[in-house]
Nanobody, 119 residues
Framework: QVQLVESGGGLVHSGGSLRLSCAASGRTFYAMGWFRQAPGKEREFVGDARGGNGNDVISYAESAKGRFTIFRNNAKTAVFLLMNILKPEDTAVYYC????????????WGQGTQVTVTS
């Protein structure tokens, strides 16, 4: 059974940093990414790493550009989200996701990890 397990969430002051990790058990993915859902809002894309056997192509939402960094390990079984200069509006549950091919939607999801940024 494929599982995605996130870790690294927590409470941080505005301007601080956090690192989220997501480990995939049972397989590798063509792409792995991060999404987040704030209270009362829909889940939104944060960024992802896409690539087969070659180097990943990294994409970011506008809100993440310049502050967040996404990368995978060489085996493509884990994805990381480094978040700097955190703002209160970054407060959300952060989810890791995976998909098998470029044509797929993200259909494997982790359980989520809470990130809370205080002002």
């Amino acid at each position: 059974q494929v599982q995605l397990v996130e870790s690294g969430g927590g409470l941080v002051h505005s301007g601080g940093s956090l690192r989220l990790s997501c480990a995939a058990s049972g397989r590798t993915f063509y792409a792995m990414g991060w999404f987040r859902q704030a209270p009362g809002k829909e889940r939104e894309f944060v960024g992802d790493a896409r690539g087969g056997n070659g180097n990943d192509v990294i994409s970011y939402a506008e809100s993440a550009k310049g502050r967040f960094t996404i990368f995978r390990n060489n085996a493509k079984t884990a994805v990381f989200l480094l978040m700097n200069i955190l703002k209160p509006e970054d407060t959300a549950v952060y989810y890791c996701a995976g998909k098998s091919t470029p044509e797929d939607s993200y259909d494997y999801w982790g359980q989520g990890t809470q990130v809370t940024v205080t002002s």
